[in-house]
């Protein structure tokens, strides 16, 4: 077997084995005396990770304030969610030119995020899922998210 095809078996198989790769983000800058939490995102999701000063991102008007707006993939136009905003972060200008937004699969719909930083992919194990609503309301206390979108 392929040494590709058998990275792509070896993947497959980590669900039976209660195992999940997370591309590990932050959603904010580190800054002055304050380290960020990391979050995690399942890998199967992720379609693409792309460097925001790349793309313009066109305004949508009459949307949800967390709602950046629109961009254009090879002729796909993806709504922009701005990530930090959502859990309560401000970026600066020059912040959102260093930012990253990665484009994920969310319930067969495309979508990009904004995170400050992506730092790898990592292979879970034995992890215990919380649904995403009891995590919006205990963001302050969790030090790991786990996006299950």
């Known amino acids: 077997m392929s040494t590709a095809l058998e990275q792509v078996e070896k993947t497959a198989q980590l669900s039976k084995n209660n195992q999940m790769s997370l591309m590990i983000f932050q959603v904010q800058f580190p800054k002055e005396g304050v380290q960020p939490p990391y979050y995690g995102m399942n890998v199967f999701k992720v379609r693409e990770v792309l460097e925001a000063r790349a793309y313009d991102i066109a305004p949508m008007p009459d949307t949800n304030p967390l709602i ?36 994920s699969d969310f319930s067969r719909n495309f979508i990009g995020l904004r995170v400050s930083s992506i730092h790898g992919v990592e292979e879970k194990t034995g992890l215990i899922f919380i649904p995403l609503v009891t995590i919006i309301w205990t963001l302050t206390q969790i030090r790991l998210l786990i996006i299950l979108i």
């Open 68 to 103: 950046e707006g629109m961009i254009e993939l090879r002729g796909v136009y993806l709504p922009v969610i701005d990530l930090p905003k959502w859990m309560g972060f401000e970026m600066s200008a020059e912040e959102r030119k260093k930012s990253i937004i990665i484009v």
